[in-house]
């Protein structure tokens, strides 16, 4: 059965995901997490830039979160991570991290705010 | 290691994040549509697992790697906040090695379906046991039994605060209504203050 069925995009990607990375499977310095979001200051249109740092440009050219990121770009979470920390270090991409932890009584403004935002859905 | 740094005019906002759980099939997928200002986009990662078996007595250290797929939704709460609706994925054995995914969620719906009402077991098990808030949505398919909230809570040995609705996720109204349980749930701890 599984045999069969290798065909198209059950064949899996041509260029394997960390061949794009080099290797790499850690974004590096950067702290991203999958809606930690990311929007673009390069141009995405700059001559002779490789084509996944332009697409992932293209991307996030107003604020996206990584995980809209990797679905646009069709490239695992993991391998979108590394990519744009390698943005972020050249200074192309500004990135802002999710509120690191949810305390019940800081955050009773900001959960009023989503329950008010939700309502008015 | 730096975080949150960057952070310009550019980027007033921050997102927040709520999972959608629940057994394969019971309409997470649908009502992350349901409520989402854009259409469900699906992102995958690669999750490395410790190979198990019984046949394992070389002692090698054995792993796969595995593409698990989750389906996700947007909605603008205001200018300054996005949240983020993710569908966990329906392979329940890989999304519980899936930290990433749990940290730092607000809560998370509880997918239910009175036809196979214990394959939500897993997922009551896993929030209760990390602490995040949820509440438990009974999705009626057309046809499917009613039960009435206390029998369900009594099925499934589900704590008193924790609320339980009724719900069809194909409605957005309804689907909506489930959200804003959540919210009013997680707004009235906080109020108390419960740690979570």
Avoid at chain 1, 9 to 37: K, Q
Avoid at chain 2, 54 to 71: E, F, N
Wanted: glycine share 8%; proline share 7%; hydrophobic share 45%.
């Amino acid at each position: 059965m599984a045999e069969d069925s290798w065909f198209d995009e059950d064949a899996g990607p041509l260029v394997r995901p960390f061949a794009l990375t080099r290797g790499r499977t850690r974004p590096g310095r950067y702290d991203l997490d999958m809606i930690t979001l990311v929007v673009a200051i390069g141009s995405h249109r700059e001559p002779g830039r490789e084509p996944e740092y332009a697409r992932i440009l293209a991307a996030c050219q107003r604020p996206v979160s990584v995980a809209e990121v990797s679905a646009t770009v069709d490239l695992p979470l993991v391998v979108v991570k590394v990519l744009l920390s390698d943005l972020i270090e050249r200074g192309e991409l500004l990135f802002r991290s999710p509120p690191r932890t949810v305390s019940p009584q800081t955050d009773r403004v900001v959960l009023q705010a989503v329950l008010d935002g939700v309502r008015n859905l | 290691m730096a975080s949150a740094t960057s952070e310009g005019p550019l980027l007033g906002q921050s997102a927040l994040k709520v999972l959608v759980a629940g057994g394969f099939g019971v309409g997470k997928t649908t009502m992350v549509g349901a409520v989402s200002e854009i259409p469900p986009l699906r992102t995958e990662e690669l999750l490395t697992e410790a190979g198990a078996g019984i046949d394992d007595i070389t002692g090698l250290d054995r792993k796969t790697t595995t593409t698990v797929a989750l389906d996700f939704g947007r909605i603008t709460v205001n200018p300054e906040l996005v949240l983020y609706l993710f569908g966990t994925p329906g392979q329940e054995r890989f999304w519980f090695m899936w930290d990433e995914l749990a940290a730092g969620a607000l809560g998370a719906v509880v997918l239910a379906d009175t036809r196979r009402l214990d394959s939500c077991f897993p997922a009551v098990d896993f929030f209760e046991h990390r602490g995040i808030p949820f509440v438990l949505a009974v999705n009626c398919f057309d046809g499917s039994p009613r039960y009435p909230v206390d029998e369900v809570r009594e099925a499934l040995d589900i704590d008193g605060p924790v609320p339980i609705v009724h719900c069809d996720v194909r409605a957005k109204d309804s689907s909506k209504e489930v959200l804003v349980t959540l919210l009013e749930h997680l707004v009235q701890r906080a109020e108390v203050g419960v740690l979570a």
